[in-house]
């Protein structure tokens, strides 16, 4: 494994806190457990480094409280930082509710996180040997015309792209650029209806396939169900794993970072997505949003 797993996106701190429900409008409610973790991106690179990839973290991070704790965690999983700490402002938060279904529902404060340099962003390998992890999130403010900008002169990375819970209020010329250089889509069932107005999911993926590049794939996930994985025409299922979900806050995210992890190892892709599939199923077993399972773990659940 030569490459590295070139993470583009966000870190934040994720305000965790358990609910039995969400409060109604004007409401209130009690948490049973309150807890300030890292989140974000974090949770895709964790997943990917506790797979055995290399990582470099390539966005913002602020001064203050949450950028020291989310700095120390990134330094904690091994992950390189490229950019320097961005002054006069900290690392943004995200509340999350989890209620007693394992749902998640999210509010988000920004901060340094949105902010990229341009000449420290063009100082990043994306090369061959990599795979350059975009979220949907990036699309939505400032950075995205320099994310672009960067991106649309990587030619032979691998780029894999995450569209996320706003999919659908990324701007359309924007996103379509995005589709343009793209390598993998991987969004989930939600999402995909989102973006396609269908609602059967075969029908969603062959319609994100149409556009993008030729030779591209549309990874559709879909908890226990597993995931769906079109590519030049043929969509088929890639089965996945009965758990008990306890919070599914960060399955996606242990999905896309176990994915990019065997990519880089020259995994075929309907293998990489099993152990996606994998990583995501026991990621939703445990509280917490970077609770992406070690290699071994998938190991165990495979021959399980």
Not at 250 to 258: L, N, P, R, S
Not at 262 to 275: H, I, N, Q, S, Y
């Amino acid at each position: 494994m030569s490459g590295a797993l070139v993470h583009t996106g966000q870190v934040v701190l994720d305000l965790v806190l358990r609910v039995r429900g969400l409060p109604p409008v004007g409401g209130d409610v009690f948490a049973s457990r309150s807890q300030l973790l890292p989140g974000g991106g974090f949770n895709v690179m964790a997943a990917a480094t506790r797979a055995g990839a290399r990582v470099v973290y390539a966005g913002g991070h602020g001064v203050g409280h949450f950028g020291d704790v989310a700095r120390a965690a990134l330094a904690a999983e091994g992950i390189a930082v490229a950019a320097p700490v961005t002054l006069g402002i900290d690392t943004g938060i995200c509340v999350v509710m989890v209620d007693d279904t394992g749902e998640r529902t999210f509010v988000t404060g920004s901060g340094a996180e949105e902010t990229t340099d341009a000449a420290v962003l063009a100082d990043v390998a994306m090369g061959p040997a990599d795979v350059v992890y975009v979220t949907g999130y990036s699309l939505l403010d400032a950075k995205a015309e320099i994310l672009l900008e960067r991106l649309e002169k990587v030619t032979d990375a691998t780029v894999l792209v995450d569209p996320g819970p706003l999919a659908a209020e990324i701007d359309p010329g924007t996103w379509t650029r995005l589709r343009a250089i793209t390598t993998v889509l991987s969004c989930n069932a939600r999402e995909a209806r989102l973006l396609t107005g269908a609602t059967d999911l075969r029908v969603a993926a062959a319609a994100l396939a149409t556009t993008l590049p030729a030779g591209a794939t549309v990874i559709v996930r879909d908890g226990p169900a597993g995931c769906l994985l079109t590519r030049d025409g043929t969509t088929v299922t890639v089965p996945g794993f009965a758990v008990t979900a306890v919070d599914t806050n960060g399955a996606g995210d242990a999905h896309c970072g176990v994915l990019a992890a065997e990519l880089l190892r020259g995994v075929p892709l309907a293998e990489a997505a099993l152990r996606a599939n994998a990583a995501a199923a026991i990621a939703v077993t445990r509280e917490g949003p970077a609770t992406a399972p070690t290699r071994a773990e998938v190991d165990a659940l495979l021959q399980r």
